[in-house]
Protein backbone atom coordinates (compact mmCIF):
# COMPACT_ATOMS: atom_id res chain seq x y z
CA UNK A 1 0.00 0.00 0.00
CA UNK A 2 1.31 3.40 -0.64
CA UNK A 3 1.94 5.85 1.76
CA UNK A 4 -1.30 7.85 1.30
CA UNK A 5 -3.28 4.91 1.23
CA UNK A 6 -1.80 3.52 4.67
CA UNK A 7 -2.42 7.13 6.00
CA UNK A 8 -6.38 6.69 5.37
CA UNK A 9 -6.15 3.32 6.99
CA UNK A 10 -4.91 4.10 10.09
CA UNK A 11 -6.38 4.83 13.51
CA UNK A 12 -10.22 4.08 12.92
CA UNK A 13 -12.64 4.23 15.31
CA UNK A 14 -16.33 4.15 15.45
CA UNK A 15 -17.37 5.06 12.41
CA UNK A 16 -19.26 8.48 12.71
CA UNK A 17 -22.46 7.08 10.70
CA UNK A 18 -22.64 4.42 13.74
CA UNK A 19 -22.15 7.22 15.83
CA UNK A 20 -24.14 10.02 14.97
CA UNK A 21 -26.90 8.70 12.11
CA UNK A 22 -29.03 11.44 11.87
CA UNK A 23 -26.01 13.95 10.79
CA UNK A 24 -24.79 11.36 8.66
CA UNK A 25 -28.22 10.89 6.82
CA UNK A 26 -28.51 14.33 6.68
CA UNK A 27 -24.92 14.76 5.43
CA UNK A 28 -25.13 12.23 2.57
CA UNK A 29 -28.58 13.50 1.81
CA UNK A 30 -27.02 16.79 1.14
CA UNK A 31 -23.76 15.55 -0.74
CA UNK A 32 -26.37 13.90 -2.70
CA UNK A 33 -28.21 17.13 -4.47
CA UNK A 34 -24.85 19.18 -4.21
CA UNK A 35 -23.13 16.67 -6.27
CA UNK A 36 -25.91 16.45 -8.86
CA UNK A 37 -26.10 20.38 -9.13
CA UNK A 38 -22.08 19.99 -9.98
CA UNK A 39 -22.95 17.08 -12.65
CA UNK A 40 -25.04 19.07 -14.58
CA UNK A 41 -23.73 22.26 -13.69
CA UNK A 42 -20.47 20.92 -15.43
CA UNK A 43 -22.22 19.88 -18.29
CA UNK A 44 -23.60 23.04 -18.71
CA UNK A 45 -20.60 24.70 -18.54
CA UNK A 46 -18.74 22.76 -21.11
CA UNK A 47 -21.44 23.50 -23.60
CA UNK A 48 -21.61 27.21 -23.15
CA UNK A 49 -17.49 27.35 -23.23
CA UNK A 50 -17.48 25.56 -26.41
CA UNK A 51 -20.63 28.01 -27.75
CA UNK A 52 -18.71 31.20 -27.25
CA UNK A 53 -15.42 29.90 -28.27
CA UNK A 54 -16.45 28.97 -31.39
CA UNK A 55 -15.30 25.67 -30.98
CA UNK A 56 -18.75 23.71 -31.50
CA UNK A 57 -21.98 26.03 -31.61
CA UNK A 58 -24.15 22.71 -32.58
CA UNK A 59 -25.84 22.15 -29.14
CA UNK A 60 -27.66 24.89 -28.05
CA UNK A 61 -28.70 28.06 -30.27
CA UNK A 62 -27.40 31.75 -28.93
CA UNK A 63 -30.92 32.55 -27.92
CA UNK A 64 -30.64 29.13 -25.14
CA UNK A 65 -27.15 30.23 -24.36
CA UNK A 66 -28.49 32.55 -21.55
CA UNK A 67 -30.96 29.47 -19.91
CA UNK A 68 -27.73 27.32 -19.92
CA UNK A 69 -25.90 30.58 -18.56
CA UNK A 70 -28.36 31.21 -15.57
CA UNK A 71 -28.40 27.36 -14.97
CA UNK A 72 -24.87 26.88 -14.89
CA UNK A 73 -24.39 29.70 -12.52
CA UNK A 74 -27.75 28.52 -10.59
CA UNK A 75 -26.62 25.23 -9.59
CA UNK A 76 -23.15 25.88 -8.61
CA UNK A 77 -22.37 29.06 -6.97
CA UNK A 78 -25.79 28.67 -5.20
CA UNK A 79 -26.98 24.66 -5.31
CA UNK A 80 -23.97 22.31 -5.61
CA UNK A 81 -22.17 24.68 -2.62
CA UNK A 82 -24.66 25.44 -0.11
CA UNK A 83 -25.86 21.93 -0.32
CA UNK A 84 -22.61 21.19 0.25
CA UNK A 85 -22.19 23.48 2.96
CA UNK A 86 -25.36 22.48 4.59
CA UNK A 87 -24.27 19.18 4.60
CA UNK A 88 -20.48 19.21 5.85
CA UNK A 89 -21.94 21.71 8.89
CA UNK A 90 -24.27 18.78 9.74
CA UNK A 91 -21.31 16.67 10.25
CA UNK A 92 -19.07 19.66 11.85
CA UNK A 93 -21.51 20.36 14.80
CA UNK A 94 -22.22 16.73 15.65
CA UNK A 95 -18.48 15.78 15.41
CA UNK A 96 -16.83 18.58 17.29
CA UNK A 97 -19.77 18.78 19.77
CA UNK A 98 -20.17 15.00 19.91
CA UNK A 99 -23.93 15.02 19.93
CA UNK A 100 -26.23 13.76 16.94
CA UNK A 101 -28.43 16.63 15.58
CA UNK A 102 -31.51 16.65 18.00
CA UNK A 103 -34.54 15.76 15.78
CA UNK A 104 -34.97 13.29 12.31
CA UNK A 105 -38.20 14.84 11.33
CA UNK A 106 -36.60 18.70 11.36
CA UNK A 107 -33.17 18.31 9.81
CA UNK A 108 -35.17 16.28 6.89
CA UNK A 109 -37.63 19.13 6.97
CA UNK A 110 -34.94 21.61 5.83
CA UNK A 111 -33.26 19.49 3.86
CA UNK A 112 -36.36 19.06 2.29
CA UNK A 113 -37.22 22.65 1.98
CA UNK A 114 -34.30 23.24 0.71
CA UNK A 115 -34.91 20.37 -1.98
CA UNK A 116 -38.47 21.08 -3.05
CA UNK A 117 -37.11 25.24 -3.43
CA UNK A 118 -34.20 24.12 -5.51
CA UNK A 119 -36.16 22.03 -7.78
CA UNK A 120 -38.52 24.75 -8.22
CA UNK A 121 -35.59 27.48 -9.40
CA UNK A 122 -34.79 24.71 -11.93
CA UNK A 123 -38.06 24.42 -13.11
CA UNK A 124 -38.62 27.89 -14.15
CA UNK A 125 -34.63 28.24 -15.81
CA UNK A 126 -35.01 24.26 -17.63
CA UNK A 127 -38.90 25.02 -18.43
CA UNK A 128 -37.72 27.98 -20.27
CA UNK A 129 -35.40 25.70 -22.22
CA UNK A 130 -38.20 22.54 -23.14
CA UNK A 131 -40.11 25.39 -24.90
CA UNK A 132 -44.14 24.37 -24.01
CA UNK A 133 -43.39 24.71 -20.52
CA UNK A 134 -44.53 28.43 -20.11
CA UNK A 135 -41.89 29.16 -17.36
CA UNK A 136 -38.95 31.25 -18.50
CA UNK A 137 -36.13 32.90 -15.82
CA UNK A 138 -33.20 34.10 -18.00
CA UNK A 139 -31.92 36.45 -15.36
CA UNK A 140 -28.63 34.55 -14.86
CA UNK A 141 -27.63 33.94 -10.94
CA UNK A 142 -27.81 37.75 -10.12
CA UNK A 143 -31.72 37.88 -10.99
CA UNK A 144 -32.08 41.91 -10.03
CA UNK A 145 -34.38 43.88 -11.82
CA UNK A 146 -34.87 44.55 -14.73
CA UNK A 147 -34.56 41.12 -16.15
CA UNK A 148 -38.03 39.27 -14.65
CA UNK A 149 -38.25 35.54 -14.24
CA UNK A 150 -41.41 33.67 -13.94
CA UNK A 151 -43.08 33.62 -10.17
CA UNK A 152 -41.91 30.30 -10.02
CA UNK A 153 -38.59 30.61 -9.63
CA UNK A 154 -38.35 33.53 -6.66
CA UNK A 155 -41.21 31.41 -4.78
CA UNK A 156 -38.91 28.32 -5.06
CA UNK A 157 -35.25 31.01 -3.95
CA UNK A 158 -37.99 31.57 -0.94
CA UNK A 159 -38.59 28.71 0.48
CA UNK A 160 -34.67 27.29 -0.48
CA UNK A 161 -33.80 30.15 1.46
CA UNK A 162 -36.05 29.55 3.97
CA UNK A 163 -34.57 26.40 4.32
CA UNK A 164 -31.13 27.47 4.87
CA UNK A 165 -32.46 29.59 7.28
CA UNK A 166 -33.94 26.31 9.47
CA UNK A 167 -30.82 24.68 8.84
CA UNK A 168 -28.67 27.32 10.73
CA UNK A 169 -31.55 26.90 13.45
CA UNK A 170 -30.66 23.29 13.77
CA UNK A 171 -27.05 23.82 14.18
CA UNK A 172 -27.73 26.69 16.52
CA UNK A 173 -29.96 24.66 18.15
CA UNK A 174 -27.39 21.76 18.68
CA UNK A 175 -24.75 24.11 20.42
CA UNK A 176 -27.74 25.68 23.22
CA UNK A 177 -28.02 22.00 23.97
CA UNK A 178 -24.67 21.06 24.17
CA UNK A 179 -24.18 24.48 26.16
CA UNK A 180 -26.34 23.74 29.16
CA UNK A 181 -24.30 20.66 30.08
CA UNK A 182 -20.97 22.39 29.39
CA UNK A 183 -21.07 25.60 31.56
CA UNK A 184 -18.33 27.81 31.06
CA UNK A 185 -16.40 26.00 28.43
CA UNK A 186 -14.86 26.95 25.34
CA UNK A 187 -16.72 26.74 21.73
CA UNK A 188 -15.36 23.77 19.61
CA UNK A 189 -13.57 25.25 16.97
CA UNK A 190 -15.32 23.99 13.97
CA UNK A 191 -18.93 24.65 16.02
CA UNK A 192 -17.29 28.31 16.31
CA UNK A 193 -17.10 28.65 12.27
CA UNK A 194 -20.54 27.11 12.51
CA UNK A 195 -21.49 29.83 14.41
CA UNK A 196 -20.03 32.98 12.86
CA UNK A 197 -20.79 31.42 9.12
CA UNK A 198 -24.10 31.16 10.59
CA UNK A 199 -25.12 34.60 12.10
CA UNK A 200 -23.59 35.96 8.48
CA UNK A 201 -25.57 34.22 6.74
CA UNK A 202 -29.04 35.70 8.54
CA UNK A 203 -27.65 39.76 8.61
CA UNK A 204 -27.01 38.54 4.54
CA UNK A 205 -29.96 37.29 3.28
CA UNK A 206 -31.98 39.31 4.68
CA UNK A 207 -31.14 42.26 1.49
CA UNK A 208 -32.12 39.24 -1.02
CA UNK A 209 -35.25 37.83 1.05
CA UNK A 210 -36.56 41.49 0.74
CA UNK A 211 -35.60 41.52 -2.73
CA UNK A 212 -37.32 38.87 -4.08
CA UNK A 213 -40.23 38.92 -1.81
CA UNK A 214 -41.37 42.60 -1.35
CA UNK A 215 -40.10 43.57 -5.31
CA UNK A 216 -39.47 40.77 -7.54
CA UNK A 217 -42.02 38.18 -6.38
CA UNK A 218 -45.09 40.96 -6.48
CA UNK A 219 -43.80 42.56 -10.09
CA UNK A 220 -43.58 38.74 -11.83
CA UNK A 221 -46.94 38.35 -10.30
CA UNK A 222 -48.25 41.77 -11.49
CA UNK A 223 -49.03 43.02 -7.87
CA UNK A 224 -47.07 46.21 -8.73
CA UNK A 225 -45.95 47.91 -12.18
CA UNK A 226 -42.21 49.04 -11.05
CA UNK A 227 -39.43 48.62 -8.71
CA UNK A 228 -36.47 50.69 -8.52
CA UNK A 229 -33.56 48.52 -10.65
CA UNK A 230 -31.23 50.19 -8.85
CA UNK A 231 -32.59 49.29 -5.45
CA UNK A 232 -32.91 45.40 -6.09
CA UNK A 233 -29.49 45.51 -7.49
CA UNK A 234 -28.46 47.04 -4.72
CA UNK A 235 -30.26 44.84 -2.07
CA UNK A 236 -28.54 41.63 -3.99
CA UNK A 237 -25.50 43.39 -3.53
CA UNK A 238 -25.67 43.45 -0.13
CA UNK A 239 -26.35 39.80 -0.09
CA UNK A 240 -24.14 39.36 -3.33
CA UNK A 241 -20.87 39.72 -1.61
CA UNK A 242 -21.47 37.97 2.02
CA UNK A 243 -22.43 35.14 -0.48
CA UNK A 244 -19.07 34.44 -1.96
CA UNK A 245 -18.12 33.81 1.76
CA UNK A 246 -20.58 31.30 3.02
CA UNK A 247 -18.63 29.34 -0.68
CA UNK A 248 -15.59 30.20 0.97
CA UNK A 249 -16.19 28.66 4.54
CA UNK A 250 -16.77 25.45 4.00
CA UNK A 251 -12.95 25.54 2.33
CA UNK A 252 -11.54 27.61 5.31
CA UNK A 253 -13.45 24.92 7.87
CA UNK A 254 -11.70 22.33 5.69
CA UNK A 255 -8.30 24.12 5.42
CA UNK A 256 -8.28 24.93 9.04
CA UNK A 257 -9.59 21.73 10.70
CA UNK A 258 -8.99 19.14 8.36
CA UNK A 259 -6.00 19.78 6.14
CA UNK A 260 -3.41 19.93 8.90
CA UNK A 261 -4.16 16.20 9.86
CA UNK A 262 -4.18 15.32 5.90
CA UNK A 263 -0.64 16.80 5.94
CA UNK A 264 0.38 14.55 8.64
CA UNK A 265 0.57 17.28 11.55
CA UNK A 266 -2.04 19.92 13.60
CA UNK A 267 -3.86 23.07 12.96
CA UNK A 268 -0.97 25.70 13.87
CA UNK A 269 -3.29 27.89 15.61
CA UNK A 270 -6.61 28.04 16.82
CA UNK A 271 -6.58 31.79 18.43
CA UNK A 272 -5.57 32.95 14.61
CA UNK A 273 -8.83 30.72 13.11
CA UNK A 274 -11.40 32.16 15.57
CA UNK A 275 -10.07 35.38 14.45
CA UNK A 276 -10.62 34.81 10.92
CA UNK A 277 -13.99 33.86 11.41
CA UNK A 278 -15.20 36.95 13.75
CA UNK A 279 -13.32 39.40 11.06
CA UNK A 280 -15.47 37.45 8.29
CA UNK A 281 -18.51 37.85 10.15
CA UNK A 282 -18.16 41.71 10.96
CA UNK A 283 -16.65 42.62 7.40
CA UNK A 284 -18.26 40.57 4.78
CA UNK A 285 -21.62 42.72 4.72
CA UNK A 286 -20.57 46.32 4.06
CA UNK A 287 -18.60 46.06 0.81
CA UNK A 288 -21.38 45.39 -1.80
CA UNK A 289 -21.08 48.49 -3.31
CA UNK A 290 -17.95 47.02 -4.59
CA UNK A 291 -19.76 45.26 -7.16
CA UNK A 292 -21.46 48.42 -8.71
CA UNK A 293 -18.94 50.94 -8.65
CA UNK A 294 -20.08 51.59 -12.58
CA UNK A 295 -23.58 52.18 -11.29
CA UNK A 296 -25.14 55.72 -11.15
CA UNK A 297 -26.87 56.72 -8.09
CA UNK A 298 -24.66 55.90 -5.72
CA UNK A 299 -22.51 58.40 -4.50
CA UNK A 300 -18.41 58.29 -4.88
CA UNK A 301 -18.36 58.18 -1.40
CA UNK A 302 -20.09 55.38 -0.34
CA UNK A 303 -18.07 53.14 -3.42
CA UNK A 304 -15.33 54.32 -1.27
CA UNK A 305 -16.18 53.44 2.12
CA UNK A 306 -16.53 50.03 0.32
CA UNK A 307 -13.28 49.67 -1.54
CA UNK A 308 -11.80 50.15 2.00
CA UNK A 309 -13.40 47.73 4.05
CA UNK A 310 -12.78 45.41 0.88
CA UNK A 311 -9.17 45.66 1.17
CA UNK A 312 -9.39 45.38 5.15
CA UNK A 313 -11.10 42.23 4.24
CA UNK A 314 -7.80 41.15 2.59
CA UNK A 315 -6.70 40.61 6.30
CA UNK A 316 -8.14 37.16 6.93
CA UNK A 317 -7.58 35.99 3.90
CA UNK A 318 -3.79 36.14 4.54
CA UNK A 319 -3.96 35.35 7.59
CA UNK A 320 -5.54 32.20 6.78
CA UNK A 321 -3.03 31.34 3.83
CA UNK A 322 -0.49 32.11 6.87
CA UNK A 323 -1.86 29.42 9.15
CA UNK A 324 -2.71 26.94 6.40
CA UNK A 325 0.88 27.16 5.16
CA UNK A 326 2.43 27.08 8.25
CA UNK A 327 0.38 23.87 9.34
CA UNK A 328 1.07 22.05 6.82
CA UNK A 329 5.05 22.79 6.97
CA UNK A 330 4.59 21.51 9.89
CA UNK A 331 3.50 18.49 8.84
CA UNK A 332 5.72 17.78 5.92
CA UNK A 333 8.06 18.20 8.87
CA UNK A 334 6.58 15.31 11.32
CA UNK A 335 7.03 13.38 8.35
CA UNK A 336 10.50 14.16 7.77
CA UNK A 337 10.36 17.03 5.31
CA UNK A 338 13.99 19.00 5.46
CA UNK A 339 14.93 22.11 4.11
CA UNK A 340 13.97 25.89 3.02
CA UNK A 341 11.15 24.56 0.46
CA UNK A 342 12.19 20.63 -0.22
CA UNK A 343 9.72 19.83 3.29
CA UNK A 344 6.88 20.17 0.36
CA UNK A 345 8.31 16.85 -1.47
CA UNK A 346 7.14 15.05 2.03
CA UNK A 347 3.90 16.01 1.60
CA UNK A 348 1.12 13.43 0.81
CA UNK A 349 0.68 14.14 -2.71
CA UNK A 350 -0.59 11.10 -3.38
CA UNK A 351 -3.54 11.64 -1.06
CA UNK A 352 -6.61 13.13 -3.35
CA UNK A 353 -8.10 14.64 0.01
CA UNK A 354 -4.55 16.50 0.90
CA UNK A 355 -3.87 17.12 -2.86
CA UNK A 356 -6.67 18.98 -3.72
CA UNK A 357 -7.18 20.95 -1.12
CA UNK A 358 -3.31 22.14 -1.52
CA UNK A 359 -4.11 22.61 -5.34
CA UNK A 360 -7.03 25.10 -4.32
CA UNK A 361 -5.38 26.69 -2.09
CA UNK A 362 -2.74 27.72 -4.60
CA UNK A 363 -4.93 28.60 -6.98
CA UNK A 364 -6.94 31.20 -4.13
CA UNK A 365 -3.71 32.93 -3.81
CA UNK A 366 -4.02 33.86 -7.65
CA UNK A 367 -7.54 34.65 -7.37
CA UNK A 368 -6.71 36.57 -4.38
CA UNK A 369 -4.53 38.60 -7.01
CA UNK A 370 -6.99 39.32 -9.63
CA UNK A 371 -9.50 39.94 -6.74
CA UNK A 372 -7.56 43.13 -5.53
CA UNK A 373 -7.98 44.67 -9.53
CA UNK A 374 -11.51 43.76 -9.04
CA UNK A 375 -11.32 45.94 -6.06
CA UNK A 376 -9.64 48.71 -7.05
CA UNK A 377 -12.37 51.23 -7.86
CA UNK A 378 -10.15 52.90 -10.56
CA UNK A 379 -8.73 49.91 -12.13
CA UNK A 380 -12.14 48.09 -12.17
CA UNK A 381 -13.40 49.75 -15.03
CA UNK A 382 -10.52 48.24 -16.93
CA UNK A 383 -11.74 44.78 -16.52
CA UNK A 384 -15.64 45.38 -15.51
CA UNK A 385 -18.11 42.79 -17.57
CA UNK A 386 -15.30 41.39 -18.82
CA UNK A 387 -14.30 37.97 -19.23
CA UNK A 388 -11.48 38.68 -16.55
CA UNK A 389 -14.61 38.66 -14.25
CA UNK A 390 -15.32 34.69 -14.67
CA UNK A 391 -11.95 34.08 -14.91
CA UNK A 392 -11.66 35.36 -11.06
CA UNK A 393 -14.09 33.69 -9.90
CA UNK A 394 -13.40 30.41 -11.30
CA UNK A 395 -10.62 30.75 -9.17
CA UNK A 396 -11.83 31.66 -6.10
CA UNK A 397 -15.54 29.73 -5.61
CA UNK A 398 -14.96 27.66 -8.52
CA UNK A 399 -11.62 25.98 -7.26
CA UNK A 400 -10.57 27.19 -3.83
CA UNK A 401 -14.04 26.25 -2.80
CA UNK A 402 -15.61 23.52 -5.39
CA UNK A 403 -11.94 21.52 -5.89
CA UNK A 404 -11.66 21.53 -1.61
CA UNK A 405 -15.10 20.94 -1.47
CA UNK A 406 -14.49 17.64 -4.03
CA UNK A 407 -11.33 16.71 -1.83
CA UNK A 408 -12.48 16.83 1.19
CA UNK A 409 -15.35 14.94 -0.05
CA UNK A 410 -12.71 11.50 -0.81
CA UNK A 411 -12.20 11.98 3.09
CA UNK A 412 -15.76 12.44 4.74
CA UNK A 413 -17.87 10.62 2.16
CA UNK A 414 -16.70 6.86 3.82
CA UNK A 415 -17.03 8.42 7.23
CA UNK A 416 -20.62 9.41 6.80
CA UNK A 417 -21.61 6.05 4.79
CA UNK A 418 -19.44 3.43 5.87
CA UNK A 419 -18.55 2.50 2.81
CA UNK A 420 -14.52 2.65 1.37
CA UNK A 421 -13.84 5.11 -1.52
CA UNK A 422 -14.14 3.51 -4.90
CA UNK A 423 -11.71 3.94 -8.08
CA UNK A 424 -8.67 5.17 -5.77
CA UNK A 425 -6.62 5.77 -8.60
CA UNK A 426 -9.69 7.86 -10.64
CA UNK A 427 -9.91 9.77 -7.49
CA UNK A 428 -6.13 10.18 -7.35
CA UNK A 429 -5.34 11.98 -10.61
CA UNK A 430 -8.97 14.11 -10.04
CA UNK A 431 -7.39 17.23 -8.68
CA UNK A 432 -4.68 17.13 -11.05
CA UNK A 433 -7.15 16.96 -14.10
CA UNK A 434 -9.31 20.19 -12.56
CA UNK A 435 -6.06 22.23 -11.33
CA UNK A 436 -4.56 22.38 -15.17
CA UNK A 437 -7.85 22.30 -16.55
CA UNK A 438 -8.46 25.71 -14.78
CA UNK A 439 -5.11 27.17 -14.99
CA UNK A 440 -6.17 27.01 -19.24
CA UNK A 441 -9.12 28.59 -18.64
CA UNK A 442 -8.89 31.03 -16.35
CA UNK A 443 -5.35 31.94 -16.99
CA UNK A 444 -7.01 32.07 -20.87
CA UNK A 445 -10.06 34.16 -19.55
CA UNK A 446 -7.94 36.93 -17.66
CA UNK A 447 -6.25 37.45 -20.75
CA UNK A 448 -9.06 37.86 -22.87
CA UNK A 449 -10.84 40.42 -20.72
CA UNK A 450 -7.69 42.62 -20.80
CA UNK A 451 -7.93 42.34 -24.93
CA UNK A 452 -11.93 43.59 -24.20
CA UNK A 453 -13.32 40.24 -24.20
CA UNK A 454 -16.81 40.70 -22.88
CA UNK A 455 -18.65 38.04 -20.23
CA UNK A 456 -22.16 36.84 -20.98
CA UNK A 457 -22.21 36.86 -24.30
CA UNK A 458 -23.29 34.01 -26.77
CA UNK A 459 -21.95 35.69 -29.75
CA UNK A 460 -18.20 35.09 -29.98
CA UNK A 461 -17.28 36.67 -33.35
CA UNK A 462 -14.15 38.63 -33.36
CA UNK A 463 -11.31 37.06 -34.99
CA UNK A 464 -11.16 33.42 -36.72
CA UNK A 465 -8.63 31.30 -35.90
CA UNK A 466 -5.34 31.39 -38.31
CA UNK A 467 -2.19 29.63 -38.00
CA UNK A 468 -0.17 33.03 -38.86
CA UNK A 469 -1.63 34.80 -35.38
CA UNK A 470 -1.72 31.83 -32.89
CA UNK A 471 0.08 33.51 -29.75
CA UNK A 472 -1.97 36.56 -27.95
CA UNK A 473 -4.35 36.46 -30.89
CA UNK A 474 -8.44 36.00 -29.56
CA UNK A 475 -8.63 32.51 -30.76
CA UNK A 476 -5.83 31.21 -29.19
CA UNK A 477 -7.16 32.08 -26.05
CA UNK A 478 -10.44 30.70 -26.81
CA UNK A 479 -8.98 27.57 -27.47
CA UNK A 480 -7.06 27.76 -24.33
CA UNK A 481 -10.69 28.33 -22.58
CA UNK A 482 -12.44 25.02 -24.62
CA UNK A 483 -9.37 23.15 -24.28
CA UNK A 484 -9.36 23.98 -20.38
CA UNK A 485 -13.36 23.49 -20.19
CA UNK A 486 -12.87 19.60 -21.57
CA UNK A 487 -10.20 18.98 -18.31
CA UNK A 488 -12.38 20.65 -16.12
CA UNK A 489 -15.64 18.79 -17.10
CA UNK A 490 -13.74 15.30 -17.27
CA UNK A 491 -12.46 16.62 -13.86
CA UNK A 492 -15.96 17.04 -12.57
CA UNK A 493 -16.84 13.24 -14.06
CA UNK A 494 -14.34 11.74 -12.50
CA UNK A 495 -15.49 12.86 -9.49
CA UNK A 496 -18.83 12.33 -9.92
CA UNK A 497 -17.49 8.43 -10.91
CA UNK A 498 -16.08 8.44 -7.51
CA UNK A 499 -18.16 9.24 -5.34
CA UNK A 500 -21.83 7.17 -7.32
CA UNK A 501 -19.30 4.39 -6.67
CA UNK A 502 -18.72 4.35 -3.44
CA UNK A 503 -22.60 5.65 -2.66
CA UNK A 504 -23.36 2.21 -4.96
CA UNK A 505 -20.69 0.12 -3.29
CA UNK A 506 -21.58 -2.25 -0.48
CA UNK A 507 -20.36 -1.44 3.53
CA UNK A 508 -16.82 -3.03 4.18
CA UNK A 509 -16.06 -3.71 0.24
CA UNK A 510 -12.84 -1.83 -1.05
CA UNK A 511 -9.50 -1.22 0.95
CA UNK A 512 -9.49 2.26 2.28
CA UNK A 513 -10.63 3.28 5.72
CA UNK A 514 -10.58 6.54 7.10
CA UNK A 515 -8.54 8.05 10.37
CA UNK A 516 -11.73 10.44 11.47
CA UNK A 517 -9.32 11.88 14.61
CA UNK A 518 -8.72 15.66 14.63
CA UNK A 519 -5.85 16.38 16.32
CA UNK A 520 -5.69 19.58 18.79
CA UNK A 521 -4.20 22.14 16.89
CA UNK A 522 -0.37 23.23 18.38
CA UNK A 523 -1.57 27.31 19.78
CA UNK A 524 -4.65 25.81 21.75
CA UNK A 525 -7.86 27.18 22.48
CA UNK A 526 -6.57 28.49 25.88
CA UNK A 527 -4.19 30.91 23.88
CA UNK A 528 -7.76 32.22 22.57
CA UNK A 529 -8.98 35.10 24.02
CA UNK A 530 -12.44 34.92 26.11
CA UNK A 531 -14.01 37.64 23.96
CA UNK A 532 -13.65 35.81 20.55
CA UNK A 533 -16.02 33.49 21.36
CA UNK A 534 -19.11 36.58 22.21
CA UNK A 535 -21.38 36.24 19.57
CA UNK A 536 -23.68 38.50 20.44
CA UNK A 537 -20.81 41.34 20.60
CA UNK A 538 -19.67 40.86 17.19
CA UNK A 539 -23.53 40.70 15.77
CA UNK A 540 -23.76 43.91 17.03
CA UNK A 541 -20.65 45.35 15.79
CA UNK A 542 -22.05 43.64 12.30
CA UNK A 543 -25.01 45.29 12.20
CA UNK A 544 -23.20 48.71 13.16
CA UNK A 545 -20.87 48.71 10.49
CA UNK A 546 -23.88 47.42 7.89
CA UNK A 547 -25.82 50.51 8.89
CA UNK A 548 -23.21 52.95 8.66
CA UNK A 549 -22.50 51.60 5.40
CA UNK A 550 -26.24 51.17 4.02
CA UNK A 551 -28.13 53.64 6.04
CA UNK A 552 -27.59 56.91 3.85
CA UNK A 553 -27.26 55.29 0.31
CA UNK A 554 -30.87 53.37 0.81
CA UNK A 555 -32.78 55.93 2.36
CA UNK A 556 -31.44 58.06 -0.51
CA UNK A 557 -32.88 55.27 -2.56
CA UNK A 558 -36.40 54.92 -1.12
CA UNK A 559 -36.75 59.00 -0.70
CA UNK A 560 -38.26 59.10 -3.90
CA UNK A 561 -40.69 56.38 -3.47
CA UNK A 562 -39.54 52.59 -2.82
CA UNK A 563 -41.32 51.12 -6.35
CA UNK A 564 -40.29 54.96 -8.55
CA UNK A 565 -37.87 53.29 -11.03
CA UNK A 566 -36.07 56.70 -11.48
CA UNK A 567 -32.65 56.97 -9.96
CA UNK A 568 -32.69 59.20 -7.42
CA UNK A 569 -30.22 62.46 -8.39
CA UNK A 570 -26.72 62.32 -6.81
CA UNK A 571 -24.86 65.12 -5.43
CA UNK A 572 -21.25 65.52 -7.23
C1 LIG B 1 -19.53 31.30 -15.97
C2 LIG B 1 -17.29 27.40 -17.78
C3 LIG B 1 -17.25 25.34 -13.36
C4 LIG B 1 -19.53 29.20 -11.58
C5 LIG B 1 -18.83 30.47 -16.81
C6 LIG B 1 -18.41 30.81 -18.15
C7 LIG B 1 -17.79 29.71 -18.67
C8 LIG B 1 -17.80 28.68 -17.66
C9 LIG B 1 -17.17 29.57 -20.05
C10 LIG B 1 -18.56 32.18 -18.81
C11 LIG B 1 -19.80 32.36 -19.55
C12 LIG B 1 -20.03 33.79 -20.01
O1 LIG B 1 -19.73 34.75 -19.29
O2 LIG B 1 -20.55 33.96 -21.14
C13 LIG B 1 -17.17 26.47 -16.75
C14 LIG B 1 -16.69 25.12 -16.90
C15 LIG B 1 -16.68 24.55 -15.65
C16 LIG B 1 -17.15 25.54 -14.73
C17 LIG B 1 -16.30 24.47 -18.21
C18 LIG B 1 -16.28 23.15 -15.23
C19 LIG B 1 -16.79 22.09 -15.74
C20 LIG B 1 -17.80 26.24 -12.48
C21 LIG B 1 -17.89 26.05 -11.06
C22 LIG B 1 -18.52 27.14 -10.56
C23 LIG B 1 -18.85 28.01 -11.68
C24 LIG B 1 -17.37 24.82 -10.30
C25 LIG B 1 -18.88 27.47 -9.14
C26 LIG B 1 -18.89 26.65 -8.14
C27 LIG B 1 -19.79 30.06 -12.63
C28 LIG B 1 -20.53 31.29 -12.49
C29 LIG B 1 -20.54 31.89 -13.76
C30 LIG B 1 -19.79 31.03 -14.64
C31 LIG B 1 -21.16 31.84 -11.21
C32 LIG B 1 -21.14 33.25 -14.14
C33 LIG B 1 -22.49 33.13 -14.71
C34 LIG B 1 -23.00 34.48 -15.11
O3 LIG B 1 -22.25 35.31 -15.61
O4 LIG B 1 -24.20 34.71 -14.88
N1 LIG B 1 -18.44 29.16 -16.53
N2 LIG B 1 -17.43 26.69 -15.42
N3 LIG B 1 -18.37 27.43 -12.82
N4 LIG B 1 -19.36 29.91 -13.93
FE1 LIG B 1 -18.42 28.31 -14.67
CU1 LIG C 1 -17.67 41.11 -3.65
Known sequence: ?????????????????????TAARVTRLCFGVSFT???????????QALHRTNVFRGVISSVDYYTVLTGHGVLLALFFTIFFLSGVFSWGVARSLDRDLLSRRFSLFWFGLQLVGATAVALAIFGGFVGEIPFEADVLYTFYAPLQAHPLFYAG??????????????????????RRDNGGERIPL???????????????TIGVAVEVLVFLLPLSLGLIDSVDPLLTRTLFWYFGHPVVYFWLMPAYFAWYTILPKLAGGR?????????VFVLFLILSTPVGFHHQYADPGIAEGFKFVAMTNTMFLLLPSFLTAFTAVASIEYGARQRGGKGYLRWMTALPWSNPAFAGCALAGLMFAAGGFSGIVNAGMNINSLIHNTLWVPGHFHLTVGT????????????LYPQVTGKRLQFYGLAQIQPYVWFIGMALMSNAMHRAGLAGVPRRTAEPQYQQFSFEAVFGSVPEMRLQIAAGALLLTIGALLFVTVMVGTWLAERGRGRLRVDSHLPEPISGVSDSPRVLDNMKLWVVVA???????????????????????AAPPVPV
Open 1 to 21: ESRAQSELTAGNRVAFVDQYP
Open 37 to 47: ALLIGAVLGIV
Open 157 to 178: LAAWLVGTWLAGADWIRLYVHW
Open 190 to 204: QTFMVLTTTLMWYIA
Open 267 to 275: LFSDPLARV
Open 400 to 411: ASALTMMAISYW
Open 543 to 565: VVLVAIAYGFPIYSMLADGAFNP
